[in-house]
């Protein structure tokens, strides 16, 4: 059976205000390049995705176009698109792209992988598991089984619950899923978003929508201890232990 077409979104339009300083985190240095060059990278070199939407901030648009897009050669990014205020406004502008078919190459029944920017370390051995995980269950995330116990805390700071620390994980990105299931999924999040705000249900994934909106199982993928977030400074500083240890 020939492979499905294969589509990233890219999340790369966040202030970074963790970070502290006057640069967005997805442009600082890693490695003597910007941090959203790493990802975009693993997206060129892969086997698996055949192309790339890029969202970032709208002030930021011509900068990436320029010193990012042309001037390292990334050819698989197929639009940059402007991100909106929260997460999941991001995840539905480069959605209606594919859904419009607003791009070289339509993707209408293939994969969609949605991928912070800010994780540099993302690999072709990911994107293969992930991609052999859509493709049985129509809906998955990479992730990690915690290290730590977790502690549940009420509202004076105290511990309520200690899970079962086996039952956890630690969600990451790429979150993968069949193209029209994602679509519709979003759209009806777009239609709901302040129904759930009432209900003080609060989207912090892709997943979570697939869940709660399309009630569809998501399955668990391993990703990697080292496919870290860049939130912080010193978040920053072991991106840069793993890159300085190849």
């Known amino acids: 059976m020939d492979k499905k077409r294969c589509t990233a979104i890219l999340l790369a339009a966040g202030s970074g205000r963790r970070?502290?300083?006057?640069?967005?985190?997805q442009y600082m240095q890693l490695g003597g390049r910007p941090l959203i060059c790493h990802a975009l990278q693993a997206v060129e070199a892969s086997a698996v995705v055949d192309d790339c939407i890029l969202v970032t901030g709208a002030a930021d648009v011509s900068y990436v176009k320029t010193e990012i897009v042309e001037y390292?050669?990334?050819?698989?990014?197929?639009?940059?698109?402007?991100?909106?205020?929260?997460?999941?406004?991001s995840v539905y502008n480069a959605l209606q792209v594919i859904k419009q078919q607003d791009m070289r190459i339509p993707n209408e029944d293939g994969f969609i992988f949605?991928?912070?920017?800010?994780?540099?370390?993302?690999?072709?051995?990911?994107?293969?598991?992930?991609?052999?995980?859509?493709?049985?269950?129509?809906a998955c995330v990479a992730g990690m089984p915690v290290k730590d116990t977790i502690k549940i805390v009420d509202g004076k700071g105290y511990a309520s619950q200690t899970p079962d620390r086996n039952s956890l994980w630690q969600v990451q990105t790429p979150q993968v899923f069949d193209?029209?299931?994602?679509?519709?999924?979003?759209e009806r999040l777009m239609q709901k978003k302040e129904e759930l705000a009432a209900r003080e249900i609060r989207i912090t994934d892709d997943a979570m929508v697939v869940e709660t909106l399309m009630k569809h199982p998501v399955r668990l993928v391993v990703g990697s201890y080292e496919n870290i977030k860049i939130t912080t400074p010193e978040d920053l500083a072991v991106a840069e232990a793993f890159l300085s240890r190849g």
Request: proline letters at 3%; glycine letters at 10%; charged letters at 30%.
């Open 19 to 25: 970070m502290g300083g006057d640069v967005a985190k």
């Open 72 to 89: 390292y050669g990334f050819h698989k990014v197929d639009r940059i698109v402007t991100g909106g205020r929260e997460r999941y406004d």
């Open 114 to 138: 949605i991928h912070d920017g800010a994780r540099p370390f993302l690999t072709e051995e990911i994107l293969t598991r992930t991609l052999q995980a859509v493709s049985e269950d129509h």
């Open 179 to 186: 193209t029209p299931l994602i679509i519709e999924a979003y």
